[in-house]
């Protein structure tokens, strides 16, 4: 089973929907995936927040008062011409939300479905760090020089991917790999901040205006994503923001990302 897959039936196994053969692969999905699990224990946090008895309380006596009165008045006929003169406020409010939708058209689809591709390329990436932390899987090419990190990748990718050599800011290049981000091959190029891993993917896009840093952060790590010269780069790690943030910045800190050596 795929992190996609089982993201979609977390829910449910939470909920002890599912049948027998589900459970078992969701189960043992989550032992081999420490990203899904970590997801599956805040949905159950929330979930046990969401049943606490404090929550709730009893109606005031005199508004059950007001619900039983009104249930045992006589219903009172509404003439076609008062019901078709007048709107509920909820319903107009509905119909202008459902107007604005259809008026903005493709720019609402766009958006809609950006919050989506965003979400599960931050998932993606967070899962994609935490399986590379496990055995063998961090590095297909070792070595702290950038100049044998970047031939490694000719061949492997229909792409050059920009190397550098970060170690007189705090963050020395150990090596690279092959991986794999939104259902394509890209480059991962793995950096060390003390003892922690960093690890920056990247892969081409469209060019165009470069975009800015976003930063996400979820389950305790920190996502930094920007564009540069036709080039996506995603960088996360669990240091510090601040500390990813420095690293983001040395990575562009040459001018344009267009010139890798």
Known sequence: ???D????????YLDDELDAANSAAIAGHMRECPACTAR??????LHKALAQPGLYEKAPDALRQRWTTAAEAPATIVRPRQRRARMPLSVAAAAGFVAAMLLSGPAW???MR??????????????GHVRSLQGQHLMDVVSTD?????PW???RLDFAPRVKDLGDEGFPLIGGRLDAV????????????RLHVINLYQWPVEAGVPSPQTVVQEHGYTVIRWSDAGMQYVAVSDVSESDLRQFALAFQNDGSTSGAR
Not at 5 to 12: G, K, Q, V
């Open 5 to 12: 897959d089982a993201r979609l039936l977390l829910h449910a």
């Open 40 to 45: 599956y224990d805040a949905y159950a946090t």
């Open 109 to 111: 689809l766009q958006l």
């Open 146 to 150: 950038q100049h044998t990190v970047k």
């Open 1 to 3: 089973m795929m992190c």
């Open 182 to 193: 939104d259902g394509r091959s890209v480059a991962a190029l793995v950096y060390k901040r």
């Open 114 to 127: 950006s919050g989506r591709v965003n979400h599960e390329l931050v998932a993606d990436v967070i899962s």
């Open 153 to 155: 990748f000719e061949g």
